[in-house]
Structures are given as C-alpha cells and as structure tokens.
C-alpha cells in the first residue's frame, strides 16, 4: 500500500516542474500522508479506508501546493531567462571584440571576417537550444524532451555543416557542398541513437526494433553515398543494403528468439 501511495503522490505531482521547492513538497506530503495512512491501521482501520483518508489530505494541501508550484515554475523560468540573457549579452560582446580585434588589429582588413560572426552565431544556436532542453527536462512531458534533444541536433548542423562548407569556400575557394552535406545523415544517425538511449526505458519492444532498423538503414546510406562518390562505384556499393538487411534480419532473429526464452 505504501507503493500505492507513493504512484498516487507521483501522479499528482507529474505535471509539476522537478525543481527543488516541488520535489521537497512532493516528499513531505508523502511523508505526512503515509503517517496518516498508519495511523489509520493502528486504530483498526482497513487498509483502502486508511488510504482513501489519506489521500483525502491532499485537498487540505492543494493551496500550498498551488502556491509553491507557482513561485516555483516562475522562478526557474526567470532563472533560465536571466542565464541565458546574462549569458547572451556576455557572448556577443566578446564575440563583437574578437571581429573588431581580428578585423582591424590583425588582418586589418573586414574583408571575410565576417565569418567570425557567422560561426560565433552557429555556436551560439547550440548553447540556446541546451538551454531549453535543460528547462524542458524541469518537466515530466517526454515529447517536450524529445523534442528538445531533436532541436540541439538541427542546431548541430549549421555548426558542423554550413559553416565549414562555406568557410572552404569563402576562404579558400574549395567547393564541398557537394560531399558535405553528407554529414547531415550523420547527425540524423547520432539523434536516433541519442533519442533512444535517452528514452530507452519508456519506448516499447516494437519502436526499438524501429530505430535500431531506422539508424542502421541510416548509417548504411551514409556508407554507400560516401564509398560510391569517393571511388565511384555505384554500380556495385548497392551490395551494403544486401549485407545491412542480412545482419538485421539475423539481429532480429536472435532478439526474438531471446524474448521467446
């Protein structure tokens, strides 16, 4: 009963932001709850009367509750705006005296520095996007998270694939748009591989079964798109898909056979 009460508690408290003024609410009424839970058996009273009184104290709370649970949500939403405007400001200031310093001190020239700032920017978009996944997981919402986790992954790809591309380019006139934008594959790959170990626990036999065919068909493209332009053999690097999907199927095989046993 003492797990039934603790379920209960953590239901009621799903939807509230995991800071710590919450979670050291959540602990008390807890505590105060299962007190009164045994109190209630030591005067005699059946275990689902003991826990329906309980559980009625929930209601002699739900103000408080309220109360904290505001003051809470707010102060970690000021909290995370403050960091990121302290942050933001601080960034691009520096970021400004590095162009400037660059531009005029030692190149003495504006001529391509503006990549500085591109590049300042593209990093910055990383640490933005971190920032909300990090207020996002203040919450008990698994799509909010999810889709935090894919938003730090799309802001990888200005960083690591737009902005070499174009540096190469600008700079020293070499065009790998081409070829380049095969690393967006890889991010993809790295995000499904991500999303799962992170979700891992609360996703099912059959979407796991999904992703590891979803990343592996993935990192099979990659390979055949990258062999095939680097040695030019289209004709026959169609053989990865035929050994990708042998090694799955017998992956499969062998997983089934274990949860069958």
């Not at 949500?73 to 705006?81: D, N, V, Y």
């Not at 503006?114 to 593209?122: A, Q």
């Not at 591309?165 to 600008?170: F, K, N, Q, R, W």
Request: charged share 20%; hydrophobic share 50%.
């Amino acid at each position: 009963m003492e797990e039934k009460l603790k379920r209960y508690i953590n239901r009621k408290f799903l939807l509230y932001p995991k800071t710590k003024e919450i979670l050291e609410v959540r602990d008390e009424l807890y505590s105060i709850m299962l007190d009164k839970y045994n109190d209630c058996l030591n005067m005699g009273i059946t275990q689902e009367e003991s826990y329906k009184r309980a559980t009625e104290m929930m209601a002699d709370y739900k103000e408080a509750i309220r109360e904290v649970e505001k003051g809470s949500s707010l102060g970690a939403l000021k909290k995370t705006f403050v960091n990121i405007g302290s942050f933001t400001t601080f960034y691009f200031i520096i970021l400004t005296f590095i162009y400037f310093f660059v531009s005029v001190i030692i190149l003495k020239s504006f001529n391509k520095t503006w990549l500085i700032v591109v590049g300042g920017s593209f990093i910055y978009l990383v640490y933005f996007s971190i920032s909300l996944y990090e207020y996002a997981k203040l919450f008990s919402f698994k799509a909010l998270g999810r889709w935090g986790i894919a938003f730090i992954y799309i802001s990888l790809i200005p960083l690591i694939y737009v902005f070499p591309s174009l540096y190469l380019s600008i700079v020293y006139s070499k065009n790998i748009w081409n070829r380049s934008w095969l690393i967006i594959i890889i991010i993809v790959f790295f995000y499904i591989i991500t999303d799962y170990i992170v979700n891992r626990k609360h996703i099912s036999i059959v979407e796991k079964d999904i992703r590891l065919f979803a990343s592996g068909f993935i990192l099979t493209t990659f390979l055949y798109l990258f062999i095939s332009m680097k040695f030019k053999i289209w004709s026959i690097a169609w053989v990865l898909y035929v050994l990708y999907l042998s090694l799955i199927s017998i992956i499969f095989h062998i997983g089934r056979n274990k949860r069958m046993d």
